[in-house]
Every structure is written in structure tokens, then in C-alpha cells.
């Protein structure tokens, strides 16, 4: 059974940082497709950030140069780490694997 677990959601100020974490259990990360999605208030599930099997990655534009998404093949873990954020970045941060499993979602919030 395939399980995802995020961690590292929260309040932070605009500018500030954070980093998710998405711990997975009954798949093997390096051969798969990992990724981030958020949903903001009233808006639809938007891609953020991916990387694939051979580690390369994609980015929404609108977080390219501020995201950076990474894994840990022996921790089974992949992360996002989040700097400069602004008020529009928030949302519910939702992992992902190959689309197809998903993490129970956390929240970040970006305010004064």
C-alpha cells in the first residue's frame, strides 16, 4: 500500500521560507514521478513542481527561481523548499506520485 505523509506546512510572512516534506512508504521513489499541487480558496488544483525518475525537474513560472523541489532516495523523501513567498502562494500543498497517490495535503499560509 502506497502511502504519502507531508510535513511542513504553516504561517509565515511575506519573503519568508518553508519546506514540505513528502515521506513515501510502499513505492520506491527513484523510479517514479513525484511531485507538488496546491489549491487555493475558491481556485482549481494547479501544478507547482516536478521531478521525475531521472531527477529532472519543471516548475510552475510563477514559482521558478523561488521553489526548488528535491529527493532523498534513502529517506524516501522528496521536499519543497519554498523562499520568497507571497500572499498569492497561499494554499493547500498537496505530493504527489505519478499523479495516481497523493499526500492528506497541508496548509501554508503567507501573511503580515
Known amino acids: 500500500q502506497v502511502q504519502l505523509v507531508e510535513s511542513g506546512g504553516g504561517l509565515v510572512q511575506p519573503g519568508g521560507s518553508l519546506r514540505l516534506s513528502c515521506t513515501v512508504s510502499?513505492?520506491?521513489?527513484?523510479?517514479?514521478?513525484a511531485g507538488w499541487y496546491r489549491q487555493a480558496p475558491g481556485k482549481e488544483r494547479e501544478f507547482v513542481a516536478q521531478i521525475n525518475s531521472r531527477g529532472n525537474t519543471m516548475y510552475l513560472s510563477a514559482v521558478a527561481g523561488r521553489f526548488t523541489i528535491s529527493r532523498d532516495i534513502a529517506k524516501s523523501t522528496f521536499y519543497l523548499q519554498m523562499s520568497d513567498l507571497e500572499p498569492e502562494d497561499t494554499a493547500v500543498y498537496y505530493c504527489?506520485?505519478?499523479?495516481?497517490?497523493w499526500g492528506q495535503g497541508t496548509q501554508v499560509t503567507v501573511s503580515s
Open positions: 504527489h506520485l505519478q499523479e495516481v497517490y
Open positions: 510502499g513505492a520506491i521513489l527513484s523510479e517514479l514521478n
